[in-house]
């Protein structure tokens, strides 16, 4: 089965810096996306992780380790605009374009 | 413009009545995708398809039908099978079937059952 955990809900201030952990098992696995969903609105692409190691794009980063099923994705600098919930999603599947989803993170910021 | 669309934005019907969602594309992508969002949760794999006329089931196919008869287009019918379909409805299309290529989210249908 496919299992993708990350935490329910986080807070932080305003400037500072939030990491989100995202812990995945599956049976095939071809990549880790982080996509950010503000409430009522359509998911929007964050960062894709195929190697381990530091994806770095501007306030945010992602990590991914394949040998131990952990992701993180680093926000710097918070903005109240970065209050949204972030996604995690597994790639699986045989042409590896099926996605498995984590429940889910809501982020608020505070000011 | 280029994009993915779905209409509408809301969408009511009663209990009982089959119902047909609409998305389409205009960004020349192989792959579509339905999900299913409930309310404090992640997303769920209803249908995909990789290429026109084929389709596979996800994770939650009972009770929805798709088609794919033209590559821009994939819509979605939820049926009176379905026992609990008042959810956001969100479709996806990504460049190729044959990668891990990002998938991009259309704005979503928000069901309700009365």
């Known amino acids: 089965g496919q299992n993708i955990d990350q935490p329910t809900e986080m807070t932080a201030t305003e400037g500072a810096i939030v990491q989100i952990n995202c812990t995945y098992q599956?049976?095939?696995?071809?990549?880790l996306f982080w996509y950010q969903q503000h409430a009522g609105e359509a998911p929007t692409f964050l960062s894709y992780?195929?190697?381990?190691g530091l994806e770095e794009k501007g306030r945010f980063s992602s990590f991914l380790s394949r040998s131990k099923g952990y992701s993180y994705l680093l926000l710097k600098e918070l903005q109240m605009k970065d209050s949204a919930s972030y996604l995690c999603?597994?790639?699986?599947?045989?042409?590896?374009?099926?996605?498995?989803f984590g429940g889910g993170t809501r982020v608020l910021v505070k000011p | 413009d280029g994009g993915i669309t779905q209409s509408p934005k809301y969408l009511f019907r009663k209990e009982g009545q089959n119902v047909t969602l609409s998305c389409e594309q205009n960004?020349?992508?192989?792959?579509m995708y339905w999900y299913r969002q409930d309310p404090g949760q992640g997303l769920r794999l209803i249908y995909y398809?990789?290429?026109?006329?084929?389709?596979q089931k996800g994770d939650i196919a009972e009770g929805y039908s798709v088609s794919r008869e033209k590559k821009e287009s994939f819509p979605l019918t939820v049926t009176s099978a379905q026992k609990n379909p008042t959810a956001f409805y969100l479709c996806?299309?990504?460049?190729?079937?044959?990668?891990?290529?990002?998938?991009?989210f259309g704005p979503g249908t928000r069901l309700t059952v009365l």
């Open positions: 599956t049976s095939g696995f071809n990549g």
């Open positions: 960004l020349n992508h192989d792959a």
């Open positions: 992780n195929v190697l381990d």
């Open positions: 999603a597994a790639a699986t599947g045989a042409a590896g374009n099926k996605l498995t």
């Open positions: 996806a299309s990504s460049p190729t079937s044959g990668a891990a290529d990002t998938q991009y």
């Open positions: 398809s990789q290429i026109v006329n084929d389709f």
